[in-house]
């Protein structure tokens, strides 16, 4: 999978920074992606990218906050324009549907596509048997959710040694023993792939936080993730004031991935007081906490 950031500011566009919206190439699972937010101008910074809208498969809203949604409207009917007949479902919070309906209602738009909505609240919102997202209530002044993605976790590799020793050829078998299924040899012999598979490999963990000061339900949502991706609004001279309209400061983000124990932190949402040369600054705050920090910026993508 790859992570790309498609707007990392924080309340309005600056020259260098779109306002907020993520997207997950789900390459190595399938051919689609996810988008997480999709604030004013997404679809533009899609158009100047390799993504094509018709391959969003789904959208994940954090919050109603207008930095985060006021794209939505355009990039579906832009997608509709495109021909696309594919299902697109949103997951957001109650009122999701209201301001989507009513937008495309009064703007006289159609799409060509099936839309489902979904309003969530926290707990698992799906296993599809390869990804399991769970969302996570945070502490914000409207309701907001982060969203953690678990990737099933992969069977092991085939053991070649012990296949050998066995006296078990290749062939065509080979498929079904890696699937772990019982294959029948040529010469008769039945067996198991599971006696020949090794430890199977953890799938990875993505943790994606939406707007919020600090919160319990931070550690539990990005507890031993590969990647987390939480806001940074402020630094930490400004604390009480980020902390009063419902944002995290530089320290108390990076204090969330110690905590959780998390391997990477990409710090996102930057208010538009800070400049490029600011970024420095941020960045050395949150890594006097948790070395393994980088600083998003439009267009930083990320394997995971």
């Not at 050395?284 to 980088?294: G, S, V, Y």
Request: glycine share 8%; hydrophobic share 40%; net charge negative.
């Amino acid at each position: 999978m790859e992570l790309t950031f498609l707007g990392t500011s924080a309340g309005v566009p600056t020259k260098e920074r779109n306002v907020t919206s993520m997207l997950l190439n789900l390459t190595g699972i399938r051919k689609t992606y996810w988008l997480f937010d999709c604030g004013e101008g997404t679809q533009h910074r899609i158009l100047n990218s390799v993504f094509k809208a018709p391959r969003i498969e789904k959208i994940f809203i954090t919050h109603l906050h207008g930095d985060h949604i006021f794209g939505l409207p355009g990039l579906l009917c832009s997608r509709s324009m495109g021909g696309s007949t594919d299902l697109l479902t949103l997951y957001g919070p109650k009122g999701l549907k209201q301001y989507v309906e009513t937008a495309l209602t009064i703007s006289g738009s159609y799409l060509t596509y099936p839309l489902d909505i979904v309003e969530i609240e926290a707990g698992q919102l799906f296993d599809d048997g390869e990804l399991i997202v769970t969302a996570y209530a945070l502490n914000h002044r409207v309701e907001c959710y982060g969203y953690r993605i678990e990737e099933h976790a992969k069977k092991g590799a085939l053991n070649t040694e012990k296949l050998a020793q066995d006296n078990i050829p290749r062939g065509p078998w080979m498929q079904a023993l890696k699937a772990g299924e019982t294959a029948q040899l040529e010469d008769g012999r039945t067996i198991k792939g599971a006696d020949y598979l090794g430890e199977p490999k953890p799938g990875k963990v993505i943790a994606l936080f939406g707007d919020t000061a600090p919160t319990e339900q931070a550690v539990l949502l990005a507890k031993d993730a590969d990647v987390m991706v939480h806001e940074t609004t402020l630094e930490n001279a400004y604390q009480e004031k980020a902390n009063e309209r419902g944002h995290c400061t530089t320290g108390q983000a990076a204090l969330v991935a110690q905590a959780a124990n998390v391997k990477r932190f990409i710090a996102t949402h930057i208010s538009g007081r800070y400049s490029a040369e600011d970024v420095p600054m941020l960045l050395a705050e949150c890594q006097a906490i948790f070395p393994n920090t980088e600083m998003a910026s439009d267009y930083l993508t990320i394997k995971i």
